[in-house]
């Protein structure tokens, strides 16, 4: 399995940015899907942003207009634009890599990294 590694979490005031990366240890060329998910203690964990292997992209309502997500296939890595940060942001965040269905996702995932957003 890939094994990923995420980066670029922080704490940051609401209204700010960060961009997550995640590092793939091999070719993200042929993954069906790569996407960025959240957990917080004690609340399941979501998605938040999904791109196919044909570069279409889905996000959370939540996240709609303020997160973009991107690969680069090159260099193997998949990012998350984090524009206009809310408290509720506030998270643990993991990259992924597989495939989605049955309403799960079914790959591998990252050690997550940590982003808090608070004044």
């Known amino acids: 399995q890939v094994q990923l590694v995420e980066s670029g979490g922080g704490s940051v005031k609401p209204g700010e940015s960060l961009r997550l990366s995640c590092a793939a240890s091999?070719?993200?060329?042929?993954?069906?899907?790569l996407a960025w998910y959240r957990q917080v203690p004690g609340s399941q964990r979501e998605m938040v942003a999904m791109?196919?292997?044909?570069?279409?992209?889905t996000y959370a309502d939540s996240v709609k207009g303020r997160f973009t997500i991107s690969r680069d296939r090159s260099k193997n890595l998949l990012y998350l634009e984090m524009n206009g940060l809310k408290p509720e942001d506030t998270s643990v965040y993991y990259c992924?890599?597989?495939?989605?269905?049955?309403?799960?996702?079914?790959?591998?995932w990252g050690q997550g990294t940590q982003v808090t957003v608070s004044s």
């Open positions: 091999e070719s993200i060329f042929n993954i069906n899907h």
């Open positions: 791109i196919t292997n044909g570069g279409t992209t």
């Open positions: 992924a890599a597989g495939s989605f269905w049955s309403g799960k996702f079914h790959g591998s």
